[in-house]
């Protein structure tokens, strides 16, 4: 049997599946292949752990870049377009995704082009998924 402080170092010290989206830039922990398990941050599109996240609540501020948190969705969304115009691959899948999810599928197919030719793999995918589904390019039969 394990004693109670082994099973404490366990979880303590444990490390998470490693995944496709790389560590937190704070802790350089490996992000957990749980979506629901980190934060994708609108100010500069970075995913950062809930540890970290939940450790720099007390500071308003992005534990990243230490931009203010907006507070309402028009912030979250100016901060989106600022860091579309920097050409950030993962704003631009994200903004593609929120024009897919509001029924502009052929905006978010252009969305998710710009952000697979500069990089993002997610982007990729839904471009895959767009083509197989056939919203907002012609389906693909093969």
Do not use: W
Not at 15 to 44: A, E, V
Not at 117 to 132: F, K, M, P, T
Request: hydrophobic letters at 30%.
């Amino acid at each position: 049997k394990e004693t109670a402080a082994e099973l404490r170092d366990d979880i303590l010290f444990g490390q998470p599946d490693s995944s496709h989206l790389g560590d937190c830039p704070i802790c350089c922990l490996p992000l957990s292949l749980d979506q629901t398990q980190f934060t994708m941050m609108s100010c500069c599109c970075k995913n950062i752990c809930k540890g970290c996240v939940y450790a720099d609540r007390m500071r308003h501020a992005c534990p990243f870049c230490r931009h203010p948190v907006p507070t309402t969705k028009e912030e979250a969304n100016k901060n989106g377009m600022k860091r579309f115009a920097a050409n950030d691959p993962v704003a631009m899948r994200v903004i593609g995704k929120n024009h897919y999810d509001e029924g502009d599928y052929e905006s978010a197919f252009e969305y998710y082009t710009k952000a697979a030719e500069l990089g993002d793999i997610d982007a990729h995918h839904l471009l895959a998924v767009s083509y197989r589904k056939g919203k907002g390019v012609e389906k693909d039969e093969k």
